[in-house]
């Protein structure tokens, strides 16, 4: 599996050429909810912008969905640029937006290819960018006595206790890194 990336939280960047302003926006996208909210509310920060492109990777049950979008400009000009730059720096559950408003020269194919390219190039060197951590689900019994340092040693490998159901012994559900299952395991068959 090759590394995939995220980022955190909103960063944004802007570029101007020949009148026209772009402004590049990337967020965290992990669902359709979080996709329409993250692009509503760019389109009422920007309701007088002459485009709203964008596009998005997010990572579901069924694999890598993404789309680009090229909000009326000539097909292939906005959305794939900016997609891209998404598939090239292996970002996933992020949402890539470039906002226009237009200067009153026109770009051509070409250049608007390049404008939309740059902007999306500019905010993504912008985003704190970090690895894309999937987690698994697990669900043990263990002791009382091993529960109380389950925690301790549950830290280091980056899992936590979701939840916890105490009967005659523990039942734990536990989420930890794809990465680290293994070792989880191993850890919980030790109990």
């Excluded at 669902?31 to 309701?47: I, V």
């Excluded at 536990?174 to 070792?183: A, F, H, S, T």
Aim: glycine letters at 8%.
């Amino acid at each position: 599996m090759s590394r995939v990336f995220t980022v955190r939280e909103p960063a944004e960047a802007e570029y101007e050429i020949k009148r026209s302003r772009f402004i590049a926006v990337i967020g965290p996208t992990a669902d359709s909810t979080e996709l329409e909210a993250f692009l509503t509310g760019l389109a009422r920060r920007h309701p007088q912008a002459t485009h709203l492109t964008y596009a998005w990777r997010i990572e579901t049950p069924q694999g890598l969905r993404e789309r680009a979008f090229d909000a009326g400009e000539p097909s292939g000009t906005a959305g794939r640029p900016i997609l891209a730059h998404l598939q090239g720096r292996h970002l996933v559950n992020v949402c890539l937006a470039v906002i226009r408003y237009f200067g009153g020269i026109k770009l051509g194919a070409g250049g608007l290819a390049r404008a939309y390219g740059h902007a999306a190039k500019l905010v993504v060197e912008q985003a704190r960018i970090v690895p894309h951590v999937i987690y698994q689900p697990v669900t043990a019994e263990i002791d009382y006595s091993r529960f109380q340092h389950l925690d301790r040693q549950l830290a280091p490998l980056g899992a936590r206790i979701l939840d916890a159901d105490y009967g005659a012994r523990v039942k734990v559900t536990l989420e930890v890194p794809e990465d680290n299952l293994g070792e989880l395991e191993r850890l919980l068959a030790s109990h």
